[in-house]
């Protein structure tokens, strides 16, 4: 099957500038994370989706970070205005599972977005 | 809290035997997940325990030990390719319903030397 899609690879802004990155996870699966993941440091939830609803997003700075599943597919990650402290790889990753199942589902990471704000 | 810790980087030799620890301390544990992660890539899944007790797949095995809040993953006849990070990540019953929360460790940086 294929994997989990993200672009763009690379992204450098300057501070306050806006970005945007786009996900596809694996057809078929329902749930979609977004993670940041700062250098040297473990993945950080950002947001998760259950098909086109936010179940998780108590760690999204909202006043900067958007995203959006609008049909229950692919993803879109937006942030407004970067700032310096934003320079991280985001990764997306899916699972397959909902419910009582998702407890216990590996997720599917993309490459991830290494975004570097300048 | 929800906490985990793991060692931040391990050296070890080709050929070797390494163990990787990871503790952690949380409530309505759902299972521990290993994730293997080379530089500038995603994370691959490697091992879930939710049982006590050692799960082997080849030259992998991964250790739980509930009431210690104990686990490890124990890597055989090391590879140079098997030098990353690997991230310890614990499965919580955190959310709403039936919503899984995942605590991430920092990850353990091995170096596997000739």
């Known amino acids: 099957e294929a994997g989990v899609a993200q672009s763009p690879r690379y992204k450098i802004i300057e501070k306050r500038q806006s970005v945007a990155f786009w996900c596809n996870p694996i057809?078929?699966?329902?749930?979609l994370y977004w993670y940041q993941q700062i250098l040297g440091q473990g993945p950080k939830l950002l947001i998760q989706?259950?098909?086109?609803?936010?179940?998780?997003d108590s760690q999204l700075p909202k006043d900067r970070f958007s995203a959006e599943r609008l049909k229950g597919v692919d993803s879109t990650l937006k942030i407004q205005p970067a700032k310096l402290e934003d320079s991280a790889v985001y990764l997306c990753?899916?699972?397959?599972?909902?419910?009582?199942?998702?407890?216990?589902?590996?997720?599917?990471f993309g490459n991830g977005t290494r975004l570097t704000v300048t | 809290g929800q906490n985990i810790d793991q060692p931040t980087e391990m050296t070890a030799t080709e050929g070797a035997i390494v163990q990787i620890n990871c503790t952690y301390q949380?409530?309505?544990?759902?299972?521990l997940f290993w994730y293997q992660q080379h530089a500038g890539e995603a994370p691959t899944f490697l091992s879930y325990?939710?049982l006590d007790g050692l799960e082997e797949k080849g030259r992998f095995s991964s250790f739980l030990s509930r009431s210690k809040g104990y686990s490890y993953l124990l890597l055989k006849e090391l590879q140079m390719k098997d030098s990353a990070s690997y991230l310890c990540?614990?499965?919580?019953?955190?959310?709403?319903?039936?919503?899984?929360?995942?605590?991430w460790g920092l990850g353990t940086s091995l170096a596997v030397n000739p």
């Open positions: 990753a899916s699972s397959s599972k909902l419910g009582t199942e998702a407890l216990y589902s590996p997720l599917h």
């Open positions: 949380t409530s309505g544990f759902n299972g």
């Open positions: 057809s078929g699966h329902a749930t």
């Open positions: 325990n939710v």
């Open positions: 989706f259950q098909n086109n609803g936010v179940v998780d």
């Open positions: 990540a614990v499965s919580h019953t955190g959310g709403a319903g039936n919503n899984r929360k995942l605590i």
